[in-house]
């Protein structure tokens, strides 16, 4: 007599079906893991922008003024970052960043301060900018596009408050 084999794998309906699920996972998590990558890059600007105001700080108690730095680099990183311009008045404050970055960065003269959803865009302007007690003179800020669509994002501080704002709701 001949035995009938046990069955043992899956139906092709069931690998479907996992397949399927699969799929519905990936579907959310690709886009959430985006996105995620592209908020741990702000780390870079904020941190960034703590240091140039330490440096400010300490050049501003050494030589009594404030030293403006223009845009760097040049223009607005994309979704790949850029490389440092040397030979700039950042050189001069001893601020420079290891590697390669997402954002644009400058110091300019500032008369007040701004909201979360207002941060000036980066210009140009002279290099020394007088220190005042008890008043802001200065804005660190940071400009990019981490995501590439030409809607960018900016960041920034006064020399008075340290807190750094940003987008409610960043571009991407």
């Given at each position: 007599m001949l035995k009938l084999r046990e069955k043992r794998g899956f139906t092709?309906?069931?690998?479907?079906?996992?397949v399927a699920i699969i799929a519905i996972l990936a579907a959310v998590a690709i886009p959430q893991y985006r996105k995620f990558q592209l908020r741990a890059k702000t780390?870079?600007?904020?941190?960034?922008i703590g240091a140039i105001r330490s440096v400010e700080e300490g050049w501003?108690?050494?030589h009594d003024y404030y030293y403006a730095a223009g845009p760097?680099?040049?223009t607005v990183p994309g979704s790949s970052p850029a490389d440092w311009t040397s030979g700039t008045n950042f050189d001069k404050l001893g601020f420079k960043p290891a590697g390669k970055v997402y954002y644009?960065?400058?110091?300019?003269?500032?008369?007040s301060t701004f909201d979360d959803d207002?941060?000036?865009?980066?210009?140009?302007?002279s290099d020394t900018v007088v220190a005042h007690d008890?008043?802001?003179?200065?804005?660190?800020?940071?400009?990019g596009d981490l995501d590439g669509d030409g809607t960018?994002?900016?960041?920034?501080?006064?020399?008075?408050n340290p807190s750094i704002k940003g987008p409610a709701g960043d571009d991407f």
């Open positions: 092709l309906i069931e690998l479907m079906i996992v780390s870079e600007a904020k941190a960034n501003s108690a050494e760097n680099p040049g644009r960065y400058a110091v300019q003269s500032a008369t207002n941060v000036p865009s980066l210009s140009g302007g008890n008043s802001i003179d200065i804005a660190i800020l940071a400009e960018g994002s900016r960041y920034g501080c006064v020399d008075e």
